[in-house]
């Protein structure tokens, strides 16, 4: 089941982050890598500059992701499944899901050396940008740092409405 998730799911939300962020670990610039890599207060920031998630629910919340309305674009924010539920699929339902509740070009932004993360969303239909436009949506879109935008790629889905 897919629901948006509530005011009480956040410390679940934060421990799916931080578990599957593990990955990261050792792969992202070591300036970029922060312990814990979601805190409390980074996720009621990003909740409050308008990231909505969503979850994948069996018995308890799998896989978290988010979307965030940026006027011309939406940004696909956040897609976490716990390490447990992984290569299941739900990832990828969460996402067609998220989807679905916008007719908006999606932009999603990840690290250039998690090539997992790149494959995954190119299996999903996303295509890598060039770095010139990659850095325009970066500056535009998200509010991260020089070093961040540097180690950073972003993927495009076009919407055909």
């Given amino acids: 089941m897919i629901r948006r998730c509530v005011e009480s799911d956040r410390e679940v939300i ?8 593990e990955a990261y670990r ?3 610039p070591p300036d970029r890598w922060h312990d814990p890599y979601m805190t409390r207060d980074a996720l009621d920031r990003e ?4 990231v909505v998630f969503y979850g994948w629910i069996e018995e308890h919340l799998l896989c978290v992701m988010g979307i965030q309305d940026k006027g011309d674009v939406a940004l696909i924010r956040h897609a976490y499944v716990r390490p447990s539920a992984q290569r299941r699929g739900i990832g990828s339902a969460l ?3 998220i989807e679905g509740l916008t007719e908006k070009k999606l932009l999603v932004g990840t690290w250039r050396d998690a090539l997992w993360a790149i494959r995954f969303y190119e299996k999903n239909g996303y295509r890598l940008v060039p770095d010139r436009v990659k850095n325009r949506h970066l500056a535009a879109y998200w509010s991260i740092p020089a070093r961040q935008i540097e180690t950073s790629v972003v993927l495009e889905k ?4």
């Fill in 14 to 21: 934060i421990t799916i982050i931080n578990d599957a962020a």
């Fill in 26 to 28: 050792n792969v992202i």
């Fill in 47 to 50: 909740i409050r500059d308008g």
């Fill in 95 to 97: 996402l067609s899901y």
């Fill in 158 to 161: 076009e919407r055909h409405t």
